[in-house]
């Protein structure tokens, strides 16, 4: 999911991204707008109207700005940040704001020399098998790891592992998939 996610990102979004981030790192202000930033984008795909106002073209971009700023100020995000939205609405960009927030979010992971991981298993994994896999990936990325799991049953057994855009299937659905499509073709 994560990786449709950053092939869906638009250049536009990239750009304004890289813009904040800038701005916001010659401020001294990058902890705490990428703190803001990402629960405002939470605030906003958690509220279907609000999803609703910023993708729809049937809402003026003076109307748009106007609610993304006043949002933003009665829920006291950093000065930078309100201008920001604002900006983006005025210039036909609101609907870009979930793609701008995550490409900030690789781009302030990058500058933390962070990795985001996710790994898929068929069922939960203990503590000690989490902290394993970090461990694991860690060493082989160099650096630190966020590792997000999900739990999907379809896989059977073994695991799927997302790093950046790699994607490693060990999954037992995986094998079968494969095991099936060696004996069709012979």
């Known amino acids: 999911m994560e990786a449709l996610a950053q092939a869906l990102t638009s250049e536009a979004a990239r750009r304004y991204a890289s813009a904040l981030f800038d701005l916001a790192q010659s401020g001294g202000q990058l902890s ?10 939470e605030t ?12 729809s073209p049937l809402f003026k971009r003076e109307d748009k700005a106007a609610t993304l700023t006043k949002l933003a100020e009665t829920s006291g995000l950093p000065a930078l940040l309100v201008k ?29 020399g962070v990795e985001r991981a996710i790994v898929r298993t068929a069922k939960d994994m203990t503590p000690a098998q989490r902290e394993r896999l970090e461990g694991i990936i860690a060493k082989s990325v160099g650096g630190e790891v966020e590792l997000t799991t999900e739990v999907d049953p379809d896989l059977i057994g073994g695991v799927q592992l997302r790093i950046g855009s790699k994607l490693v299937d060990a999954s037992l659905k995986a094998k079968l998939e494969r095991m099936n499509t060696a004996m069709k073709g012979a």
Request: without cysteine; aromatic residues 10%.
């Open 32 to 41: 705490a707008i990428h703190t803001a930033f990402a629960g405002f984008a």
């Open 44 to 55: 906003v795909s958690k509220n279907d109207e609000l999803s609703r106002l910023i993708a």
């Open 84 to 112: 920001f939205l604002g900006t983006m609405a005025i210039n036909g960009r609101a609907s870009d704001l979930p793609a701008t927030q995550r490409a900030f979010e690789r781009l302030y992971d990058k500058q933390r």
